[in-house]
């Protein structure tokens, strides 16, 4: 699938790009060097899991009054050294699967905000033009009142576009500081990336992996809850009653007779994720079909606004023409500039959405790999 990559540089730039302003991100982030700690508990755990030495345990009590005394050893030896591990190193692998996917929900959490800034700095610009075109206008009155060919109605139309553009840009800022404040808290970031309108490297989402990785691990599980024997503990002991010359002695060994709880909840536990890992496939083939869907319909109306905005061009320049000349009135002029301007800053949206929806395309699309 070709998908068409749209430039819009910034004439002013903050020193980082994003991708760059991204990997600063993932280092900060305490969600990703969560998964890190829990990396380092789960090989602690699994060395300990596995290992097949047996464990000596003695214990040994006494009476306050010193008239008895009791001693016990337990001696548990560890089985199935080998399903400990294999499982062990299955959910360190399903833990960086889910490391991976957060970081990559992370990515595109951040280009959304991104392209939200990214058109408001690109927006700001183009409203400080119109900015300049309502001076332009306004000083035409000006001259032409000079000569006695404008009202003083004309005059005062001019002037209140003119500060009515000045107010459109000045409300745009508060916009502005709302949205580099949601990309650097997200960030965890006090710097902000450089405005631009292009696609970026788009990690794979990879969820169906994910998926398909924790049954794996919850099969593994299952295959060692139904172990009833993981482990054998031979016990012993000596009593003596208080007050009493009778000693006690006894040996043991703790077998479990039933099957364990864990292989019953376990076995819910896959029947689940599977359930879950076909849900997924299926809201993932209707999500393509719609972001398709709805890129080829931006991409028509981008076609559609580039005429729009050609002939507006026109319309702006004849009305400016014909104004000068005192055949056309000043409200049809600033009418047709408003409109002009309205177009740009649409036409600026509808290339944030479609990059935006390309985005999205390209990190659903490396689930079918």
Not at 156 to 163: M, P
Not at 354 to 359: M, R, S, T, V, W
């Amino acid at each position: 699938m070709r998908i068409m990559v749209l430039v819009f540089m910034a004439p002013f730039l903050y020193g980082i790009g994003f991708e760059e302003y991204v990997q600063l991100a993932l280092q900060k982030s305490p969600q990703i060097y969560r998964y890190d700690l829990k990396s380092q508990k789960l090989s602690i755990q699994t060395r300990y899991a596995t290992k097949s030495a047996p464990d000596l345990e003695l214990l040994a009590g006494r009476y306050d009054d010193g008239s008895g005394f009791e001693l016990g050893l337990e001696w548990q030896v560890r089985l199935f050294g080998d399903l400990y591990r294999q499982l062990g190193r299955s959910e360190r692998e399903l833990l960086e699967y889910e490391k991976e996917l957060q970081k990559a929900l992370l990515q595109k959490r951040l280009f959304d905000l991104y392209m939200d800034y990214s058109v408001l700095i690109f927006q700001k610009d183009l409203l400080q033009k119109e900015l300049d075109g309502a001076l332009r206008i306004l000083d035409m009155v000006r001259s032409k009142q000079g000569l006695g060919f404008a009202s003083r109605y004309d005059l005062a139309r001019a002037r209140q576009y003119f500060l009515l553009a000045r107010s459109k840009r000045s409300q745009l800022d508060l916009a502005i500081a709302d949205a580099s404040s949601r990309l650097r808290a997200l960030s965890r970031l006090e710097l902000l990336p450089d405005p631009s309108l292009s696609l970026p490297k788009v990690p794979r989402a990879r969820r169906s992996c994910y998926l398909r990785k924790r049954m794996e691990t919850l099969r593994q599980r299952l295959r060692l809850a139904r172990k009833r024997f993981k482990a054998v503990r031979f016990l012993a002991s000596v009593e003596k009653e208080p007050k009493s010359a009778i000693y006690r002695a006894g040996v043991g060994l703790a077998l479990p007779l039933y099957e364990p709880k864990e292989a019953q909840l376990g076995r819910i536990d896959l029947l689940q994720a599977q359930r879950e890992l076909e849900s997924y496939q299926e809201l993932l083939a209707i999500t393509l079909t719609s972001l398709q869907d709805r890129l080829t319909r931006l991409k028509e109306h981008r076609a559609t606004l580039g005429k729009l905005l050609a002939n507006q061009r026109r319309l702006v320049s004849m009305a400016r023409q014909r104004y000068r000349i005192d055949k056309s009135r000043l409200d049809e002029l600033i009418r047709l500039q408003k409109e002009l301007w309205d177009l740009k800053i649409q036409e600026l949206k509808n290339r944030a959405q479609e990059l935006k929806i390309a985005y999205e395309l390209r990190f659903f699309e490396g689930e079918r790999k």
